[in-house]
């Protein structure tokens, strides 16, 4: 970390958010299946041996769990970028059927369980309105997620592919250096977006 970097707040409980999440989480829960069968889809196919090479999203339902987020703590990197950075939980009992689009085969995942430490930058911070130039989200390290699958005893090594598809779309869409990006302004005056939404990151450590 540089030495301007500050611990500015660490809240243990994020109660209000979680409460404002659950009544969103059915909005969400439609746009993220539409990301599932846009992005999972594809890589399924891909990664997926023959007979699966069709395989498709016949029931796709997350079930009544929601994500739990918390604690955070908001960091300031420098004069122009804090940072937020929180505990992201989920567990589910979950409805997904795939099927292999040919020859009546088909498995399904019956829970699903994610935790992360979720990153969302804020950056540029700005002397006039919006104050906030965007918001740049990411995980600094590849969340885990566990599946549990029924039917698939009689397919050897599927599981293991599948949840490498699954892994690798997380990685692709948000693990450092791949971020999703939101802008809060497009005056080029007063932000020069291609600057602000490379997160370099501070340092990486392998072991």
Request: charged share 20%; net charge negative.
């Amino acid at each position: 970390a540089s030495s301007g970097d500050g611990l500015l707040a660490d809240i243990s409980s994020l109660s209000w958010v979680n409460m404002l999440l659950a009544s969103l989480w059915p909005k969400a829960h439609a746009a993220l299946a539409d990301f599932v069968h846009a992005e999972l889809t594809p890589r399924l196919q891909e990664a997926l041996p023959m007979p699966f090479k069709q395989v498709h999203f016949a029931r796709f339902s997350l079930g009544a769990g929601r994500p739990e987020l918390g604690p955070v703590e908001v960091m300031r990197h420098s004069d122009s970028h804090l940072q937020v950075e929180l505990d992201v939980r989920y567990f589910s009992d979950v409805d997904v059927l795939l099927d292999a689009g040919a020859g009546g085969l088909s498995f399904g995942i019956r829970s699903l369980a994610l935790a992360g430490r979720l990153c969302l930058a804020l950056k540029p911070l700005l002397s006039q309105w919006p104050l906030v130039g965007g918001v740049h989200a990411f995980f600094a390290s590849q969340p885990r997620v566990e599946l549990k699958y029924k039917g698939l005893g009689e397919f050897p090594g599927l599981a293991q592919k599948v949840q490498g598809a699954v892994d690798e779309m997380l990685k692709s869409a948000m693990v450092l250096p791949n971020l999703k990006s939101f802008s809060f302004t497009r005056d080029e005056q007063i932000l020069d977006w291609t600057e602000a939404s490379a997160q370099a990151p501070l340092g990486v450590l392998r072991v």
